[in-house]
């Protein structure tokens, strides 16, 4: 009997948000394991001997009953790779979402299963990235009060981005924040990008909320003495 330990993997999301990290898990688990020809494909099933249902034996490639001996041995080797392919499947099984398992639970190998899941998250990524690319540009905060929340919103969004092996440039970035923020914090975001570009740097996205974030909370403490 083949020992196996079970990796703890992050559970892969609906939307393939965490792809990168989900795929990067698994492979390194799999290597960890010493499994991942069987991962890739490299790894084949034995095929010495062929059972014939008929006569109820195990026959050699040329056709004849195989001697005790040479079916023990065959049956192991067997026995081995069908404990191996089990425990990958049951790795990959319990960590994808139930509609894709559903989808691919009865295809023969580990390898078969691991490349229609990774086809299936190639040919979906690029309608997620484009749909989360548009959120980040022209999703707008529903009221001024909730400002920060929606540049926490514009952060996690991006980061997914990032988990599906996508970007945004701070350029980028920093354009769909520059358009949401309210006219009455357009003059310090001005004043710090002007004063970032005559030091020869570049203004990061982290420092431009940073800087809006530092804003809100003196306008509120303001606020907050004038009552």
């Known amino acids: 009997i083949v020992s196996f330990k079970q990796f703890p993997i992050d559970k892969l999301e609906p939307d393939y948000s965490n792809w990168i990290v989900y795929n990067t898990q698994m492979e390194t688990c799999m ?6 020809r069987h991962l890739d494909g490299r790894a084949v ?4 001997l062929k059972y014939d249902a008929t006569k109820r034996k195990w026959l ?3 056709g004849r009953i195989a001697g005790d001996d040479v079916v023990e041995a065959f049956e192991k080797k067997l026995d081995e790779w069908t404990q191996v392919q089990a425990h990958i499947k049951s790795q990959i099984f319990f960590s994808i979402p139930e509609s894709m398992l559903i989808s691919v639970r009865s295809l023969p190998t580990a390898h078969e299963i691991w490349e229609a899941i990774t086809k299936e998250v190639e040919s979906r990524s ?3 990235i484009m749909d989360i690319r548009n959120q980040i540009m022209t999703k707008k905060p529903e009221s001024e009060a909730k400002l920060l929340e929606h540049l926490d919103t514009m952060k996690k969004l991006r980061e997914r981005l990032i988990g599906m092996g996508s970007s945004m440039s701070d350029a980028e970035f920093n354009a769909a924040i520059n358009s949401i923020v309210p006219s009455n914090y357009r003059t310090i975001v001005s004043s710090l990008s002007t004063t970032t570009r005559a030091l020869g740097k570049q203004l990061s996205s982290d420092e431009l909320i940073r800087t809006i974030k530092d804003e809100v909370g003196k306008v509120a403490a303001s606020e907050a003495e004038l009552e």
């Not at 290597?31 to 991942?36: E, F, I, Q």
């Open 60 to 62: 050699d490639k040329e």
């Open 126 to 128: 690029d309608l997620y």
């Open 31 to 36: 290597m960890a394991s010493g499994l991942v």
């Open 45 to 48: 099933a034995p095929t010495d």
